[in-house]
């Protein structure tokens, strides 16, 4: 056309005045190696290759207490959100979380997609985050980029990934790292900038209550990672930041006491007299899961409870291992020459998991998503380790490794998503079956609700949640108000539900009593 010809006029016209006006040949190859090695390049590296793994979970449904949530979210009153901060009206003191799911359940309704995709973003702007935290800490864009892909593809996340109920895990920890690379600049550069850095302080609690551990990240923030040589440190404004976080932990402590909140239960909940071997059989766990897997989970477990009664030659025997383990690493030549101040990092890495996990490794059992904030830390403890073991000169072997660890870890988390994609299958189908076979949950002559009898719920699809919790709340979707009563039974009781069955059948009909179970994870009728 003739304005593209005119383009192309003026383009060429251009570039032969730059080609006569440059002294030297332009390295255009250059120019481009060095743009597309970027920080800026980098950052979207780490959102395609992020979001490219964790969108494949956007045709999943939903699972668990996913539908907890929403039920909450579609029968909440907008009015009374703002209440939710200091009444949880026996549910979670998660006024955040509550906000957010209300937000999505208002534009999204029953439909997973969009929930899918707000988990996506903010995976996506988590692993961001945590490509600003590691290079504050170590000062190199390569390390600091792979650490980052390796922490938000650590198979161990699978829960946080695929799981639209831990978003509230997962935006808490957003609301850390936030307020820690906020503090930090406030301590070196501008003190204006705590107000930001303690708004998100105080958001992570009220989001998830493992939050609450904010102070203590702050302490060892200060004490192995902020330079002590800053202006801002030498201030007498170095107590301010810490009274201003003692105050946000004390007006949440106060506030939780009195807002009715929903505590912990059976396992998920700490028995003081077995407190500290659970605790030490916890942090093995989730250890021994950061470093290897979903795959270690049972053996811990088992370990746990098989050992209760050895606990102190088993605990003798773990703190041996450590030792001499870290007298191991010691003994390596890169350690021996490193002066105690080059420990920092990995001291700061080693305390930060520790007291991430420190709400949790009282609990009776050991879930996968607790370790989401505190594999933040274990995450620096390996690269700091990894540093050290290879020179300057060798750092191309140390980020083929953190590769070679990457691409493990996104095979892993592709099997454990491909699982959480059938479990909520498996759930879609329950519904659509009792959608379609039972519509009506009422008895055509009294108009009064059937009763439910369920067996064999299916819990967990290999290591993905179906029906732990949440069963009774997703039949809400189905009938609403009118849903029938559900009883869940055991199949040894079957010739008793049986019999009951019949005297209901002979004076109320047939439609208010029925009997279902689980058989292959599919819905069946016993007739």
């Known amino acids: 056309s003739k304005v593209a010809e005119n383009l192309w006029l003026i383009l060429g016209v251009t570039a032969g005045s730059v080609a006569l006006t440059t002294p030297q040949k332009a390295g255009y190859l250059k120019d481009i190696k060095k743009m597309l090695l970027s920080v800026p390049a980098m950052c979207m590296y780490l959102i395609v290759l992020t979001a490219t793994v964790i969108g494949f979970s956007m045709d999943n449904f939903f699972v668990a207490d996913d539908f907890t949530w929403m039920k909450w979210a ?9 209440r939710s901060f200091v009444d949880a009206d026996g549910f979670f003191l998660r006024p955040i979380s509550k906000i957010v799911f209300f937000v999505l359940y208002t534009f999204n309704a029953f439909k997973p997609f969009g929930y899918y995709l707000s988990n996506t973003v903010l995976h996506v702007s988590t692993g961001l985050l945590m490509f600003a ?13 792979l650490g980052a892909l390796f922490f938000t593809l650590l198979p161990v996340h699978h829960q946080n990934l695929f799981w639209l109920s831990t978003n ?14 906020l503090y930090y600049f406030a301590r070196v550069k501008n003190r204006f900038i705590y107000i930001p850095a303690f708004i998100c302080f105080l958001l992570a609690p009220f989001t998830y209550e493992g939050g609450i551990v904010f102070l203590p990240l702050i302490f060892l923030f200060d004490l192995f990672i902020v330079p002590k040589e800053m202006a801002q440190i030498r201030t007498k404004s170095f107590w301010g930041p810490y009274i201003a976080a003692g105050l946000i932990t004390l007006l949440y402590i106060a506030i939780r006491m009195q807002s009715d909140a929903a505590g912990f239960s059976g396992d998920y909940n700490y028995n003081y007299g077995k407190l500290i071997p659970n605790s030490v059989g916890n942090l093995a766990g989730y250890v021994g899961t950061f470093l290897f ?17 050895l606990f102190i030659p088993i605990s003798v025997g773990f703190v041996c291992i ?95 998503e491909r699982q959480w994609h059938e479990a909520s299958r498996i759930v879609y189908r329950t519904l659509v079956d009792f959608r379609a076979d039972y519509p009506n ?87």
Do not use: C
């Not at 897997?293 to 009664?309: A, D, K, Q, W």
């Open 293 to 309: 897997g979903t795959s270690v989970i049972p053996f811990f477990s088992n370990l746990r409870e098989n050992s209760r009664e």
């Open 322 to 416: 450590g030792f001499i383990l870290v007298g191991l690493v010691l003994m390596l030549k890169p350690f021996k020459k490193a002066k105690w101040s080059d420990y920092k990092i990995g001291f700061f890495g080693l305390g930060f998991g520790i007291v991430s996990l420190l709400p949790f490794l009282g609990l009776g059992n050991l879930s996968e998503r607790y370790i989401f904030l505190g594999s933040i830390g274990f995450t620096v403890l390996i690269l700091f380790i990894l540093q050290k073991l290879f020179s300057p000169k060798n750092y191309k072997f140390l980020y083929g490794v953190l590769v070679i660890a990457i691409v493990v870890n996104t095979i892993q988390v592709l099997v454990l």
């Open 74 to 82: 579609a029968t909440a009153d907008p009015n009374a959100l703002a």
């Open 168 to 181: 509230s895990i997962t935006l808490s920890t957003f609301f850390i790292l936030s307020g820690l690379l």
């Open 441 to 527: 949950p009422t008895n055509s002559t009294t108009d009064n609700l059937s009763v439910y009898y369920v067996s064999n719920v299916p819990m967990t699809y290999k290591n993905a949640f179906v029906y732990p919790w949440g069963f009774e709340d997703s039949l809400w979707f189905v009938y609403r108000n009118k849903i029938p009563q559900i009883k869940r039974f055991d199949m040894k009781n079957f010739e008793v539900i049986k019999e009951e069955r019949r005297m209901r059948e002979f004076h109320d009909g047939y439609n208010k009593f029925l009997i279902f179970t689980f058989e292959n994870n599919k819905l069946f009728e016993i007739r």
């Open 133 to 145: 935290f590691l290079f504050v800490i170590f000062k190199k864009k390569w390390l600091s980029f």
